[in-house]
């Protein structure tokens, strides 16, 4: 069973969806993950410039949005964000609403998820 801490999480999904909150959460625990902003490009391979062992999406609902954060735009954004995001979310290897959900616990699923796939061979 792969050891979680020796590999890369690469982190995509709407605004207000948990990325950064789980960067953090995962370092913590002596994993490496970042975030791509993927929901702001017009890049729709964003996620493939830097390859990751695990590629996460993380989705949200716009009513948990607004329950997160005092937005000043709605839920078109959120739809059009989905659309930038199409092809990061067909690659992923872990989709997680987080709609409900507490950071610790969405942690739980990107560490279960490591610890269940090889890791990529690197050069």
Avoid at 40 to 53: E, I, Y
Avoid at 75 to 84: G, H, I, K, S, T
Avoid at 88 to 113: F, I, N, Q, S, Y
């Amino acid at each position: 069973m792969p050891d979680p801490t020796t590999r890369d999480v690469a982190i995509v999904g709407p605004c207000a969806s948990g990325k950064t909150t789980l960067v953090a959460t995962l370092a913590r625990r002596g994993i490496r993950a970042r975030s791509v902003a993927q929901e702001h490009s017009n890049a729709p391979f964003l996620f493939r410039h830097r390859p990751a062992d695990l590629l996460v999406f993380l989705d949200v609902s716009y009513d948990e949005v607004r329950r997160r954060r005092d937005v000043p735009w709605g839920p078109e954004r959120l739809r059009d964000e989905a659309v930038r995001l199409r092809e990061a979310r067909a690659a992923a290897d872990l989709l997680v609403m987080t709609d409900g959900l507490r950071p610790e616990k969405v942690a739980d699923l990107v560490v279960g998820r490591l610890r269940h796939r090889p890791g990529r061979s690197r050069a």
